[in-house]
């Protein structure tokens, strides 16, 4: 049984689906909750090893095929693993020797979401403020 | 004439659009460009001002409108702001005694492509790991 430590985002939404961002102010509980997802996208090796787990073919990995792709020892991988994890963005299963990884789609669908403008709804002009002084 | 410093996102791809997140390992160079703008986000402060300044009727904020909202001095706030402008985020413009800030779509809108699954391709099952273990 895997030991699953979600973040769980907006589960109290009207729509069931996502915190807003772009559409209301975001309570502090909400920011809080989101922040650690953000921050758990916002350093290069966890951005390399979630795009290496997401686009694998069959959906996951062995963390000894995603180990030599780095200049980094195990420890620090798993470690930044275990941080991706802990932000709901992958889960984990262990198997013999190795650990797997997979994405977790529903995180990543989540901040999609809440990311996406709302249709018909432009929220400001493209051109540069100042653009034209 | 407002200080661009954007941070500029897949401009070579072939799409003109995002780099490749979920579709295909993303390589040292994107992983750090991309990470500076999610670790942007990764923080609630910045994450409520953000969705201050992007559901703002009008599409643009007065800083002396943001900083009641926080328990932080103007400088605190002045400095997360100035990290989100310099991921690409929000855009400002100096009107007068104050400074005006507003959302940059096409950021979060990038952000949002790169977050989307393909259409078609679901990346793997739902159901966590070791579920059924």
Do not use: N
């Not at 953000?38 to 290069?44: I, S, V």
């Not at 995603?66 to 991706?84: E, G, R, V, Y």
């Amino acid at each position: 049984m895997s030991k699953q430590e979600f973040v769980v985002l907006g589960q109290d939404d009207a729509e069931g689906c996502c915190p807003a961002l772009l559409t209301a102010p975001l309570d502090e509980g909400r920011a809080e909750t989101l922040a650690k997802v953000f921050k758990a996208l916002g350093d290069p090796v966890r951005l390399r090893l979630l795009s290496m787990i997401a686009s694998r073919a069959g959906g996951e990995v062995c963390v000894c095929d995603l180990t030599p792709a780095f200049d980094l020892s195990q420890p620090t991988i798993s470690h930044h693993l275990k941080l991706l994890k802990q932000a709901g963005l992958i889960d984990s299963e262990r198997r013999g020797t190795w650990v797997y990884y997979r994405l977790l789609p529903q995180m990543t669908d989540r901040l999609a979401a809440i990311l996406t403008r709302p249709a018909g709804q432009p929220l400001t002009e493209t051109a540069p403020a100042g653009a034209a002084s």
